[in-house]
């Protein structure tokens, strides 16, 4: 294992009172996962012996989660009352495995964290102690680095109880640490509680090693972005924004267009392929693949699906957990609801709904169509108008539509229900019965006419 003797410390117990929420603070998403999600994918990228989330509002919640996206085994530590930081590691301290060496400490919040610079810290580390600082415009909130004339860290002090001198500090504590693990383990119970907030900082262990003689290594990082916690809304949003940025440059780079990528949703896990076109206020998220030269056009939302080289998905299209293949042809305005499968040079146009069906080679339903819980085979032509109906009230029930069947203007097919190769339904009849190949089924009442009704109308009325 890359990291086999490093464990790495979790801290995910908070409430996150300034999000004025009743969701637990990790768990707040960003681009369609809680942020914790991706502090963990960062950790488990680097193999350590272990990870411990330290855990404590709604931990039922925030260990299900956990639980049931990654095919880990965590060591859950419960804070049972949140008294600060030093406490949260005091509860996980009993957890640590023994044959650990270094303890990498981290924050659930700091959902743009990198592999890569953890693997920097865990190299670079030496010693007793590694901080990671770095500088920002607005230090509002964050923890103050205090250094000596030599320039060395001699202490940390936090917002609530610094002075004015300190608040106009820059250089922050990111709240991302390295200890050895004899050190934690005996210096975290040195550290008392702060007299003011009545919490227990770990950022008071810097001041302990220092009282110690034993020197503080540090790590500046530049890039502050990066580094910085979630502790509101309006800072989701920027992490948001900053890691949609990402995601677009790379995509981009790769070959893909966005006509305005600024208006664009898209999440972490999209795949798109080269030379591909994304117009704007597109929305797409999910385990989405999108193939080659395919057009994403304006509005359009797809989440969870499987889209091919060569497709065209016009305006406003909604597409749910479907997979749509090479060459076809999906909207305007077309719904492609969950298990719905469009093959190459199909056509579903203006204002179609599909539901758990398949829609095989060159068949097309041009407009207005309901097509649900179906099989429609090659080059059948759906009628503007036509649903089937699959539904009993206490059933759904399968249609089959085979080869060149030609389904006319405002039929229904009522299910179950066959229509055969190369068959006719007339327009606006009502299908109860299987069609044999190649006939055609009429189903209407008689037409009625009654002369002078407009007469006839007025003598009721009086």
């Known amino acids: 294992m890359l990291n086999s003797k490093t464990s790495i410390i ?23 996962k809680p942020m914790i999600y991706y502090v963990i994918d960062a950790a488990l990228n680097l193999k350590p012996l272990q990870i411990i989330p330290v855990v404590s509002y709604k931990k039922e919640e925030v260990e299900k989660f956990l639980i049931d996206n990654f095919g880990y085994i965590f060591d859950f530590a419960h804070q049972r009352e949140p008294e600060g930081t030093a406490d949260a590691v005091k509860a996980a301290i009993k957890h640590i495995n023994r044959s650990a060496e270094k303890i990498l400490i981290l924050s659930g919040d700091v959902p743009l964290i990198r592999t890569e610079l953890l693997s920097k810290i865990l190299e670079e580390h030496k010693g007793e102690i590694t901080l990671v600082t770095t500088e920002v415009e607005n230090p509002i909130g964050y923890g103050r680095i205090i250094r000596n004339e030599k320039n060395k860290v001699i202490k940390i002090v936090e917002e609530k109880i610094a002075n004015d001198h300190e608040k106009a500090i820059r250089e922050i504590n990111t709240g991302i640490y390295c200890f050895s693990r004899n050190f934690l383990e005996e210096y975290i119970y040195r550290i008392e509680k702060n007299k003011q907030s009545k919490e227990y900082y770990l950022t008071d262990i810097v001041s302990l ?24 809304r309006v ?127 060159g068949a097309k339903a041009n407009h207005l169509a309901y097509i649900g819980d179906a099989l429609v085979e090659e080059n059948v032509n759906i009628g503007a108008g036509a649903i089937t109906c699959n539904y009993d009230g206490e059933k ?67």
Do not use: C
């Open 235 to 361: 800072e989701l949003y920027n992490a948001s924004l900053r890691l949609k940025k990402n995601i677009i440059e790379n995509l981009m780079l790769s070959g893909v267009t966005f006509i305005d990528p600024f208006s664009v949703y898209i999440e972490t896990t999209v795949q798109i392929g080269k030379d591909s076109v994304i117009h704007p206020h597109v929305y797409i998220s999910g385990n989405t693949k999108i193939g080659e030269k395919t057009i994403i056009e304006q509005g359009v939302v797809i989440k969870d699906s499987l889209i091919g080289d060569n497709v065209n998905i016009k305006p406003y299209t909604v597409i749910e957990q479907s997979e749509i293949r090479d060459q076809a042809i999906i909207g305007p305005f077309a719904h492609l609801r969950p298990e719905s499968i469009i093959y190459s040079k199909a056509k579903i146009g203006n204002f179609v709904e599909i539901k758990k069906s398949t829609i095989k080679s």
């Open 10 to 32: 979790i801290l995910a117990a908070g409430k996150g009172t300034r999000m004025v929420s009743d969701f637990p603070k990790v768990l707040h998403p960003i681009l369609g």
């Open 396 to 462: 759904k029930h399968f249609t089959h539509i085979k080869k060149n069947a030609f389904i006319g203007t405002n039929t229904s097919l009522v299910a179950p229900v066959v229509i055969g190769e190369n068959a006719i339904t007339g327009a606006g009849s009502v299908i109860t019965k299987d069609i044999p190949d190649g006939a055609l089924g009429v189903e209407r009442a008689d037409l009625k006419i009654i002369p002078n009704w407009h007469k006839i109308k007025k003598r009721i009325k009086k």
């Open 209 to 232: 090693a220092v009282n110690a003689n034993i020197e503080i290594n540090t790590i500046k990082i530049q890039d502050a972005d990066f580094l910085l916690g979630i502790n509101n």
